[in-house]
């Protein structure tokens, strides 16, 4: 095995099966560097991307017990995505349907697009050097951000589902935006995506500039996402996400496999017409760079393989920064 890991007292994935909700606490962001949060002492993006992390020291005399119930999510982070899916598998859990149901009497294909959003922009704040960032629900601070605008009404479109939730027992924006942004895909047509839940929020922003520009060229993507912990793979297939919204890839309301086989035509090369608006700069960007060519292509030809590694990235993606609550 490659990893070393030694486990925390309460937050590796993994060992994060929730019983309830009540005991959500809101800790300051300055905790985040005590013994309870995972950390990353490799500060090789390269390494964590293809799944070799180490985790902070044990602090309790939970260690041997933890270490064994846990022993089976020891692998490489893909593999401890798996361990943690196996968990939200088990999402028959009340807490989780319940976020599940409310999301969905609030979610139209229509918004689907915008809430998709929202993950990307919460939990792509992450990065793995300082560790910083990442799913913990500070987009709510962030919002007045040139990046997020746009992103109020999807935030307010949760918000409804929020309130019913939290009466009932309270749930962290994490969980909600990382819950709903899976409906997003789901009710679209993409593939069901099933979560684990548990996310504590940050008291406040994320610090800025994060995220990638869509000025970015190929390079400037893969290195923004591996510094995130996101291999060329994941990159190419978290941004089939855009074959939702208004970048013209197919029907804006179908999550499907057209982003990229919009993208192998080049409709922007034309000149003149619509078609020269297709796609951002940073989705045309990647056609261009020969690792991604040939995701693109794949994903292009087979769309299950697409939705499966999109289903895998996604998960990643809503648990990068995390801090669980403790059970
Ligand atoms: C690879 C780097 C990325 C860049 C530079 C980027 C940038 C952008 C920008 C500028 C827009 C607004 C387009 C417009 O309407 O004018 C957009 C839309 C969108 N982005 Fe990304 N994005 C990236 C990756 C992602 C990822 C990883 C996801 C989700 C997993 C995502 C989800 C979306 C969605 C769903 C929309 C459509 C929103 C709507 O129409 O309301 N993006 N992106």
């Known amino acids: 095995m490659t990893s070393i890991l030694s486990i925390s007292n ?60 846990t022993l089976p999510c020891l692998l490489p982070l893909t593999q401890i995505m798996d361990c943690h899916g196996a968990h939200a598998i088990e999402s028959g859990t009340k807490e989780y349907v319940l976020i599940k149901e409310e999301v969905r009497k ?59 939730i939290d009466a009932i027992k309270p749930v962290s924006w994490a969980d909600m935006i990382a819950v709903a942004g899976a409906e997003a895909v789901a009710v679209c047509g993409g593939p069901k995506i099933q979560v684990s839940v548990g996310r504590l929020d940050s008291l406040e922003p994320d610090p800025e500039g994060k995220l990638p520009e869509e000025s970015f060229d190929a390079s400037g993507l893969k290195k923004c996402f591996l510094r995130k912990g996101f291999s060329t793979q994941e990159l190419v297939a978290l941004s089939g996400a855009h074959t939702l919204g208004s970048k013209g ?49 794949k994903y292009a030809d087979n769309e299950n393989m697409f939705f499966e590694d999109f289903k895998n990235a996604y998960v990643k993606l809503v648990n990068t920064g995390v801090r669980w609550k403790s059970l």
Request: hydrophobic letters at 35%; charged letters at 20%.
């Open 10 to 69: 309460h937050s590796l994935p993994g060992s994060t099966v929730i019983s309830s909700f009540s005991q959500i606490d809101f800790p300051a962001k300055s905790q985040r560097s005590s013994s309870s949060t995972p950390k990353f002492l490799s500060h090789k993006a390269d390494e964590f991307a293809a799944g070799h992390i180490a985790l902070s020291a044990p602090a309790s005399g939970r260690r041997g017990l933890l270490f064994i119930a």
């Open 106 to 164: 609030v979610l139209s294909k229509g918004k689907a697009a915008g809430v998709l959003r929202l993950v990307f922009h919460d939990a792509g704040t992450f990065e793995m050097d300082d560790n910083t960032g990442g799913m913990n629900g500070s987009i709510v601070y962030e919002l007045d951000r040139p990046e997020n605008s746009g992103l109020k009404k999807s935030i307010k479109v949760l918000q409804k589902a929020k309130t019913q």
């Open 249 to 297: 890839f197919g029907s804006p309301i179908s999550f499907d496999n057209s982003y990229y086989k919009v993208l192998l035509e080049k409709p922007w090369m034309s000149s003149g017409g619509m078609s020269s608006m297709i796609g951002l700069p940073s989705d045309h960007a990647l056609v261009e760079d020969d690792e991604c060519l040939r995701w693109i292509k």
